[in-house]
C-alpha cells in the first residue's frame, strides 16, 4: 500500500545540517589527563555544501531515453521520470538546475568533469562503479527484447537472435552496446541515434533491439507496430540508480535519504504514472 506521508524538504535540510555538523565539528575535548585535546580541523568543503552555497545542482543527462530522459530537440525541452526526479531534488535543496547534455558514450567523462549528479535510466554496473558512487536502487530491471508485432515469436531467446540473418540495433555506447556485443557475435550489430532506433525498428530496417524492460515496455505502448518479444521475462539482471561524486559519503547520504523518502510516500510512483500508467516496472526475481 502506497504511503502518504508528503516530503518535507525542512526534514531533508535538517538532515543535511546534522550530517554536515558532524563532519565540520571541532574539537575541544580533554583526555584522561585533563590536558585539552588540539581541535579537529574542519574538512573541505564537500559536494553537498558547495551546491547550496553556488545555488544550483548540475545534472547529465543524455535526453534519449524515455520513459526516463527525452530531449525535444524543437523546444529544447527535457522531459521523462528522471528528469522530474531530479528537478524534485533540486526543489527539495532549495536551488535550481544546471542540466548538462550527455551521450552514453561521453557519460562518464562529462559527469566527472562537469556534474553532481547524472539521470537517465543509468545501469548500476561494476565498470561505473569504479569511478562513482551510486544512490540506493531506483529500479530492478534487466535486457529483454523489442521486434515488429508479427515477427515478435521469432526472438524468444539469445540463440534466436545470435543469428547471421537478424540485425540488432543500438545505441553507440552504453549497456545495450555491451549486452549485444557479448551476446550477439554471430548476428549483425548496427548503431543508430538512440531516439530515431525505435523508427528503424518499426520501418523494418532492423529486426530487433535488446534493451531494458521499463524501455520496452514504454516504446511497445508508443508504437502500434513494435511489440515487447517477452514482457514478463529478462535476460539478465541489472539495477538502476543515479551516478554520484565517488568519496563524498556526506553527499550520498544525502541524497539517498530524499530518494528513500520519494520511492516510499508516493512521489516517485506519481512522477512515473502519466509516462508508464499501471505498468509495474520493476522485475520480482
Known amino acids: 500500500m502506497r504511503r502518504t506521508a508528503p516530503v518535507r524538504i525542512a526534514a531533508l535540510s535538517a538532515v543535511a ?20 585535546v588540539e581541535a579537529a580541523q574542519p574538512q573541505e568543503t564537500d559536494r553537498l555544501q558547495q551546491v547550496l552555497d553556488a545555488g544550483e545542482l548540475a545534472v547529465c543527462t543524455t535526453g534519449d531515453y524515455p520513459p526516463f530522459t527525452e530531449l525535444d530537440e524543437d523546444t529544447d ?93 543500438f545505441p553507440e555506447g552504453g549497456t545495450n552496446q555491451e549486452f549485444a556485443e557479448a551476446n550477439y557475435p554471430d548476428g549483425e550489430l548496427v548503431t543508430h541515434a538512440n ?35 517477452l514482457p514478463d521475462e529478462t535476460f539478465d539482471y541489472s539495477l538502476m540508480g543515479y551516478m554520484l561524486p565517488q568519496d563524498d559519503a556526506t553527499f550520498k547520504h544525502y541524497v539517498d535519504q530524499w530518494l528513500t523518502i520519494a520511492l516510499n510516500d508516493g512521489t516517485y510512483e506519481d512522477i512515473a504514472e502519466p509516462w508508464v500508467g499501471n505498468v509495474e516496472l520493476s522485475m520480482d526475481n
Not at 210 to 226: G, P, S
Open 17 to 36: 545540517a546534522l550530517v554536515l555538523t558532524s563532519c565540520l565539528e571541532e574539537g575541544g575535548d580533554t583526555n584522561d589527563d585533563g590536558h585539552e
Open 77 to 169: 525541452e527535457l522531459t521523462g521520470i528522471d528528469v522530474d526526479m531530479a528537478q524534485h531534488l533540486a526543489d527539495t535543496m532549495g536551488v535550481d538546475i544546471e542540466w548538462v547534455n550527455t551521450s552514453w558514450d561521453s557519460l562518464m567523462e562529462d559527469f566527472l568533469a562537469s556534474c553532481d549528479v547524472a539521470v537517465g535510466g543509468i545501469s548500476m554496473n561494476p565498470d561505473r562503479a569504479e569511478q562513482v558512487f551510486f544512490t540506493e536502487p531506483i529500479l530492478e530491471d534487466g535486457k529483454t527484447p523489442i521486434a515488429r508485432c508479427e515477427n515478435a515469436a521469432n526472438y524468444q531467446s539469445i540463440n534466436d537472435i545470435n543469428q547471421p540473418d537478424v540485425t540488432s540495433i
Open 195 to 229: 531516439l530515431a532506433i525505435f523508427d528503424e525498428l518499426a520501418a523494418g530496417n532492423a529486426d530487433v533491439m535488446t534493451t531494458d524492460r521499463a524501455e520496452v515496455l514504454y516504446i511497445a505502448n508508443e508504437y502500434d507496430a513494435l511489440c515487447a518479444t
